[in-house]
Antibody, heavy 119, light 112 residues
C-alpha cells in the first residue's frame, strides 16, 4: 500500500526558509520520479518541482525556480523540498506526489502539509 | 507554458445523470515518445487529489467504469455515465507531456 507522509510545514515569516520532507513506503521508491505540487487557499493545483529516479534530473516551476530545491535520499525513501526566500504567495498546502510507473503522470498524492508565510 | 482550459467550471448534476467535462490545451499534448500524457484527477473537499484516468483514456486501478476519457491532440473529455453521490468534488485535467506540468482550473461537480 503506497504511503506518502509529508512533514516540516508550519508558519514562517516572509523571507524565511522551511524544509519539507516526504517519507515514502509501499513501492519501489528508488525507481520512481517524485514531485511536489501545491494548492493555495481556495484555488486550484500548481505543480512545483520534479526529481527523476536516481536524482539526475530536476525541474521547477518558474514561480519557485532559484528559491526551492528538490532532493531525494533513496537510502531512507525520502524526498525533500528546501524552500528559501519564502513569500506570502507561497502559502499553500504542499503535496508530495509519486510518479506513475508508466511515466509522466501523477498517480498517488500524500495528504498534504500546510505552509503559511505570514508576518 | 501549456495552458489547459476546462469547461464548464461548475456542473450541477442530477444523481444518475451523465456529466461531461472538456479540457482544451494550448499546445498538442503528444509527447516525443508518441504517447499523450493527459490525465484526470478528482479531489473531494479536504482530501488530496486522486488519479482517475491517465494517457487520455486509461482508467487507474480501482476507478469505476462509469468514468471514461477520450480525445486527442489538444481536445479531451472526461465523462461520467451516471453521477453518484461520491462523485462530487472538483475535477482537474493535467498534462505531463512538457515541463512545467500544468493543471486545468478545475470543474466543480455538485448534485442538484
Amino acid at each position: 500500500q503506497v504511503q506518502l507522509v509529508e512533514s516540516g510545514g508550519g508558519v514562517v515569516q516572509p523571507g524565511g526558509s522551511l524544509r519539507l520532507s516526504c517519507a515514502a513506503s509501499g513501492f519501489g521508491f528508488s525507481g520512481h520520479g517524485m514531485h511536489w505540487a501545491r494548492q493555495r487557499p481556495g484555488t486550484g493545483l500548481e505543480w512545483v518541482a520534479y526529481i527523476s529516479w536516481g536524482g539526475h534530473n530536476r525541474e521547477y516551476a518558474v514561480s519557485v525556480g532559484g528559491r526551492f530545491t528538490i532532493s531525494r535520499d533513496d537510502a531512507t525513501n525520502t524526498v525533500f523540498l528546501q524552500m528559501n526566500s519564502l513569500t506570502i504567495d507561497d502559502t499553500a498546502v504542499y503535496y508530495c506526489v509519486k510518479e506513475f510507473s508508466s511515466g509522466w503522470t501523477l498517480d498517488f498524492w500524500g495528504q498534504g502539509n500546510q505552509v503559511t508565510v505570514s508576518s | 507554458d501549456i495552458v489547459l482550459t476546462q469547461s464548464p467550471l461548475s456542473s450541477p448534476v442530477t444523481l444518475g445523470q451523465p456529466a461531461s467535462i472538456s479540457c482544451r490545451s494550448s499546445h498538442s499534448l503528444v509527447h516525443s515518445d508518441g504517447n499523450t500524457y493527459l490525465s484526470w484527477l478528482h479531489q473531494r473537499p479536504g482530501q488530496p487529489p486522486r488519479l482517475l484516468i491517465y494517457q487520455i483514456s486509461n482508467r487507474f486501478s480501482g476507478v469505476p467504469d462509469r468514468f471514461s476519457g477520450s480525445g486527442a491532440g489538444t481536445d479531451f473529455t472526461l465523462k461520467i455515465s451516471g453521477v453518484e453521490a461520491e462523485d462530487v468534488g472538483t475535477y482537474y485535467c493535467t498534462q505531463g507531456t512538457r515541463f512545467p506540468w500544468t493543471f486545468g482550473q478545475g470543474t466543480k461537480v455538485e448534485i442538484k
